[in-house]
Nanobody, 131 residues
Framework: QVQLVESGGGSVQSGGSLRLSCTAS????????MGWFRQAAGKERGQIAL???????DYAESVKGRFTISQDSSKTTLYLQMNSLKPEDTAMYYC?????????????????????????WGQGTQVTVSS
C-alpha cells in the first residue's frame, strides 16, 4: 500500500503561483510513475505532469512552460510548482502513484496516461484561480 497526502493548494489571482507537495509513505513507494492529475467541476480527471526515475518529466500541453514537477532524492515527496496560473487551472489536484513505469504506460496506451493506470491516489487539494 502507498499513502499519498497532498498539500499546498489555495486561492490565488491570475498570474500568481502555488507549490503543491505530495508526501508518499508505505511499503510500496517506488520509483515508478508518479504525477499530478486535476479535475475541474464537471470534467474528467486528467494528467498534467508525470515523473519517474527512468525518464524525464512529461507535461500536458496546457501546462507546459508554466508548471514544473520535481521529486526529492528519496522519491517520497513530489512537488508541482505552478506559475502564471490562469482561471482555467482551477480544479482539484491529485497526486497519483502507479505500479508501472511512465514509458510502459505510454507504450500500452498510445501516449496517454489514464487515471486507471495509477493504483494509489491522494485525497486532493483544491486550487482556485480568480481573474
Amino acid at each position: 500500500q502507498v499513502q499519498l497526502v497532498e498539500s499546498g493548494g489555495g486561492s490565488v489571482q491570475s498570474g500568481g503561483s502555488l507549490r503543491l507537495s505530495c508526501t508518499a509513505s508505505g511499503a510500496a513507494v517506488s520509483s515508478h510513475c508518479m504525477g499530478w492529475f486535476r479535475q475541474a467541476a464537471g470534467k474528467e480527471r486528467g494528467q498534467i505532469a508525470l515523473i519517474n526515475s527512468d525518464g524525464g518529466p512529461d507535461y500536458a500541453e496546457s501546462v507546459k512552460g508554466r508548471f514544473t514537477i520535481s521529486q526529492d532524492s528519496s522519491k517520497t515527496t513530489l512537488y508541482l510548482q505552478m506559475n502564471s496560473l490562469k482561471p482555467e487551472d482551477t480544479a482539484m489536484y491529485y497526486c497519483a502513484h502507479s505500479l508501472a513505469w511512465c514509458r510502459d504506460i505510454a507504450r500500452y496506451t498510445g501516449g496517454v496516461y489514464p487515471p486507471g493506470a495509477f493504483a494509489y491516489w491522494g485525497q486532493g487539494t483544491q486550487v482556485t484561480v480568480s481573474s
